[in-house]
């Protein structure tokens, strides 16, 4: 078989796992103290915000192949959830946390149930009402969410008596701390027989359900659990951006966090992030374009398209399957890309 | 008791009745072929057995439990797995993840053991990814198992959907149409593979058109057209069945046999 340069690349990176795991640790655990502009500070905790969306987003259409469009909404009741308790009823940023996020996730299994009758692009228009309606909500339930005002001071995050914020880089690292919990959870879900059959279903639901999986339940798990995590992003965004109105949780959202998950790679993690890097980072780098940044946009978008249709970093791996009880190396062949098919 | 017996089964899509009160049993351990012309209803009766669509009147008896108009879940719980006309794979994914996905139900591990890594977890990946390699091993795909399912060629999609099926811990291997785009040298080797799932204890049923793979395996054959059966026996029987042979030349025969 033909080793190509994706199997070189891979088995290098997988040889040096550890050096490679421990320089990112490394830069991301000393990245405060490089004297970065709080500017540049906050674009990158915004990464961070967007990668965990994406990482959401992902396990429902990377996975299950379900293609949300309405995922502002859960971002809206995770921030509106908490920043309302903590407002409210003074209640610790951790148990905001919760409740948001829990809140998220039953508003996933209620939009998850439409996913039992409807498929495909029928799904799709039902999760954009979705979003257009938590935002009439957010906008005429006046008593709870101060309407169309907005709301405005949202205290920040304390932890044994320090506040967080963007100064003392609590911010910072309490979204390292959430990206990484996210990351972790998404990878040992996916890389297990719940992520096998996603996939599975992803690809092809008749064929999935022939082999026994209980398709219906599992394509309401991935919605409930994508709610879930962006709920968590909705709740640590609420006391960053300290107001949260209506207009925070537009459709536009919904598309950029599609796009990211395009963008990086359907169906990977590595992908999210650096898919939200690019999407996050291009309209501030790109301001010098003046009225021609979202045609370059669009344009960039269609590149890819045509290019790369997989996302940035959408490859199928190499490298052998890691088959658990074995030693962990890289031997023999790596994967053809493509064999003779009839 | 006969192990699987389908009893006067009818199925009409609108005023179109696609399989009308066929009945058949299928001893354990046997090779019983299902054979008719183009759109006779034989995909249509698979249909039927996993689940697939619901029969209007009828039974299907496994085991001796009726399995008749159960989810599909079920269905395949009970012992009953299937093929595809054509091949339904997850491309993307892995062979061994094919295979892998027909376990799934029998892991035995949920949301929370996958989360945390629990030794339950371990355990189960450990002991099933190697009862998958075995599957894979017996089937002759044992050098394929980290390739993915969209590379293989033809013949291996084929052998690594039967591959999926037994892994799904099936007792009775539905398989519809495994021949189909074959050549010669591939069907013979299809038959040996089939002949050892026999002597290995399973069950199957086909669906195939290629006759040479169909007379020389099967220990009875049902020929259905149009939706019912019109004749059954053994394949030496079928061969010279006046009704078969009409069936599929439109003649009578004498007619034939005159030319």
Known sequence: MKKDWLFLMESMLFKHRLLIWGLVAAVVLTLPFWGLSLFVMRTIIMIGV??????????????????????????????????VLMMRFDVHFLVGMLAGAALAGLF??????????????????????????????????????????????????????TELNLNNHGFYYLMVALVFLVALFCHHLLNSKVGRSFRAI?????????????T?????????????????????????????????????????????????????????????????????????????????????????????PNGLLGWQSRLPYPIRGKKKEVKGHGISKRQRSF | MAYLSVKEVSKSFGG???????????????????????????????????????????????????????PVQDIVGAGIARTFQNIRLFPKMRVLENVLVGMDRKMGYGLLSSVFRTPKFKKAEQEFTQRAIEILGSIGLGDEIHNYAENLPYGAKRKLEIARAMATGAKILLLDEPAAGMNPQESVELMDFISSLKNQGYTLILIEHDMSVVMKISDKIYVIDHGVKIAEGKPAEIANNEAVIRAYLGGSAKDVKSQ
């Open chain 1, 108 to 161: 996933g299994l209620v939009l998850g149930i439409p996913t039992l009758r409807l498929s495909g692009s029928y799904l799709t228009i039902v999760t954009m009402g979705f979003g257009e309606i938590i935002r009439l909500i957010i906008m005429t339930w006046t008593p709870v969410t101060n309407g169309t005002l907005g709301l405005m001071s949202i205290p920040r995050p304390r932890f044994f008596g």
């Open chain 2, 16 to 70: 179109l009745t696609a399989v009308g009160g066929v009945s058949f049993e299928v001893e354990k351990g046997q090779v019983v072929s299902i054979i008719g012309p183009n759109g006779a209803g034989k995909t249509t009766i698979f249909n039927l057995l996993t689940g697939v669509y619901e029969i209007d009147s009828g039974t299907v008896t496994f085991d001796g439990k009726p399995i008749h108009n159960k």
């Open chain 1, 202 to 214: 992803g690809e092809d639901e008749v064929a999935a359900s022939m082999m026994g999986l209980q």
């Open chain 1, 50 to 83: 967007f990668a965990m969306l994406a990482l959401g987003l992902n396990l429902l259409t990377g996975y299950t192949s379900q293609v949300s469009l309405g995922h502002a909404g859960f971002f809206a009741i995770g921030a509106y959830t908490s920043a």
């Open chain 1, 216 to 308: 219906t339940e599992l394509k309401v798990l991935a919605f409930v659990l994508s709610a879930f995590i962006t709920g968590v992003a909705g709740v640590f965004y609420a006391p960053l951006m300290g107001f949260i109105d209506h207009n925070t949780f537009t459709f536009d959202v919904s598309i950029l966090i599609l796009s990211i998950v395009i963008v990086g790679g359907m169906g990977t993690l590595r992908g999210m992030f650096l898919g939200s890097a690019i999407l996050i980072v291009f309209p501030e780098m790109s301001r010098f374009l003046m009225d021609w940044r979202f045609v370059v946009y669009g344009l960039l978008l269609i590149l890819m398209m045509r290019f790369r």
